[in-house]
């Protein structure tokens, strides 16, 4: 499996980023995705963490990241996620960030988790630090799943994919 670093994620978030943008006011199609606009909505989703797969099983992490965690979903496109849960490396984390998906494929929508968390011993001394990841996000009436891409980040971050089931409340 290759190990994708930080600064080439930022890097492709950022053109994916222009190119929505650009393709945005151009057309409502970006090649196979369209392009979700954002519509007003109200809705209030929970969660009760995530489960991880690890890219570098030798390393013994926890993939069964238990927690609690909210989601308010005030448009199409746009999301406010707060939640704590049991990390990987078996410490407590607390997260907060914003969801901006703004491609879709279908019923499943793309974009990227920007925020921060904390409980990382590597990072920041367990403080903390900035995120910005893939992410996509699939609902369905009051069920949904958000998928998370973690890239490897040499003392901090080994690689994962995190797989997130949430609940409409309302």
């Keep these: 499996m290759p190990i994708i670093a930080l600064p080439h994620v930022i890097k492709m978030l950022v053109c994916i980023g222009m190119v929505s943008i650009s393709a945005t006011s151009a057309a409502e199609t970006f090649g196979p995705f369209a392009i ?8 209030i989703w929970i969660n009760a963490g995530f489960y991880s797969y690890h890219f570098q099983k030798d390393k013994g992490f926890n993939n069964q990241n238990w927690g609690l965690g909210g989601e308010y979903r005030y448009s199409t496109a746009n999301s406010i996620v707060v939640g704590s849960s049991h ?6 984390s607390h997260y907060v960030g ?5 491609l879709a494929l279908g019923p499943v ?5 920007a925020g921060g ?6 990072a920041n001394n367990g403080g903390w630090f900035p995120i910005v990841l893939p992410a996509a996000s699939f609902e369905y009436k009051s069920v949904g799943a958000n998928l998370i891409v973690i ?12 797989l997130q089931i949430k609940v409409k409340l309302y």
């Design 36 to 43: 979700v606009e954002s519509t007003p909505i109200s809705e």
């Design 87 to 92: 990390n990987s490396v078996r410490r407590t």
């Design 98 to 102: 914003w969801h901006w998906h703004p």
């Design 109 to 113: 929508h793309f974009g990227v988790v």
């Design 117 to 122: 968390v904390n409980g990382y011993p590597g």
């Design 151 to 162: 890239p490897y980040v040499k003392d901090v971050a080994y690689g994962a994919l995190s």
